[in-house]
């Protein structure tokens, strides 16, 4: 057994970290009109150039920027696609006993990828100040339907569906290659609502809007796989999935089980990070599907609590997973991102970085 060379990495993580101090202030102070756009980006640039050199020191082989320029882990990339604008809604998203901003998504024009998008920017900057891998994470294009549905996109726009999807499926084919033209070799698509349809909950509210979750499944996967199709050579495309991740809450839950022959042999990424951090997300029997040229990285340790998982509890969990799926084709990170909103998970930095490093350790103890 042995370290992987390519992403993922034996120890990874999914992407969202804690907003360090000077970047809230800094986005308070320009929310309030009292400083420039041009200051915020300064401290952000900072920040990351700090962040970035932390993640590398405990031995992480893939680094990101923390989504330090975000504010949702979806929206600010979405509403930057031609023909979508965020805007505010009734309530904001009901997780299990808190709520979000009330803001949303909404298509008003036609859906396209222009170069000018700023998350290219973002990513070359990561590149240009990191030693080790610059992961970049963005939305799967799922995001942009599911939350919304039929009722946020204009009928005058779109009167019928399918040349939204094909549309949709078209601007992510740009994206992708964008990011892979300015050198990105490891992108990761945040697809949480795959995940959502292993919930009768979930599956429910969709059926009641007028969608059918089982067809569903097959138009998100045709639309991940028109996003690889930008894929340029030498780039992986990794897959995260959880069932949300706010504030230390959740919204969902239910066993891969319904989605994971699709998920695994219909959908043309490289690689899945799972959660797996709860008995809600089921057991390890459907990485039984995995085919033999995927990995999966465990997200056996937790995101949403600051107490620090033994590495027996964590070996112990992929020992678990090795009964359904080969060691030499599973990783290890955590379930999900530390802040998948600027608000952040109920946990300290320090108790972050120690389960980012707690990661690193386990890994080569496991795999060498």
């Known amino acids: 057994m042995s370290q992987r060379t390519r992403p993922p990495f034996r120890a990874d993580q999914v992407g969202s970290l804690l907003r360090s101090t000077p970047v809230k202030e800094a986005r308070t102070k320009r929310l309030a009109g009292e400083i420039t756009a041009a200051q915020l980006a300064a401290v952000e640039d900072e920040e990351i150039r700090k962040l970035v050199a932390r993640q590398e020191s405990i031995g992480l082989q893939a680094v990101t920027d923390g989504e330090f320029r975000r504010s949702w882990w979806h929206y600010d990339f979405l509403s930057k696609l031609d023909g979508v604008e965020l805007v505010s809604v009734a309530q904001g998203l009901q997780f299990k006993g808190t709520q979000t901003k009330a803001e949303g998504l909404h298509v008003h024009g036609k859906i396209d990828f222009s170069p000018s998008h700023p998350m290219i920017e973002h990513f070359r900057f990561l590149k240009s100040v990191a030693r080790a891998v610059p992961k970049m994470t963005i939305p799967s294009p799922t995001a942009l339907h599911y939350r919304g549905g039929r009722q946020a996109i204009e009928k005058s726009v779109y009167p019928e569906m399918e040349p939204f999807f094909a549309d949709l499926g078209k601007a992510y084919t740009k994206a992708v290659r964008a990011f892979g033209e300015a050198g990105c070799t490891y992108l990761q698509l945040d697809e949480v609502y795959v995940a ?13 809007r007028g969608d059918d979750p089982d067809t569903l499944l097959e138009k998100y996967a045709t639309l991940v796989n028109a996003a690889c199709a930008g894929r340029t050579p030498g780039m992986t495309i990794s897959m995260h999935l959880c069932r949300g991740n706010f504030r230390s809450t959740w919204m969902a839950q239910g066993g891969y089980e319904r989605v994971a022959d699709i998920l ?22 459907p990485l039984r599907f995995l085919p033999k040229n995927k990995t999966v990285v465990l997200g056996v340790m937790t995101s949403k609590t600051g107490a620090l998982e033994s590495k027996d509890q964590l070996k112990r969990r992929i020992d678990e997973a090795a009964k359904f799926a080969p060691l030499e084709q599973l990783c290890l990170s955590p379930q999900c991102g530390f802040a998948s909103t600027e608000e952040g998970n109920l946990l300290a930095e320090e108790e972050q970085w120690a389960k980012l490093a707690r990661c690193v350790e386990v890994a080569k103890e496991v795999w060498g």
């Open 196 to 208: 959502y349809l292993c919930d009768d909950a979930q599956r429910q509210m969709l059926r009641e």
């Open 264 to 285: 695994f042999n219909g959908m043309d990424v490289d690689a899945y990070f799972m959660e797996y951090d709860t008995e809600r997300a089921g057991g390890f029997e």
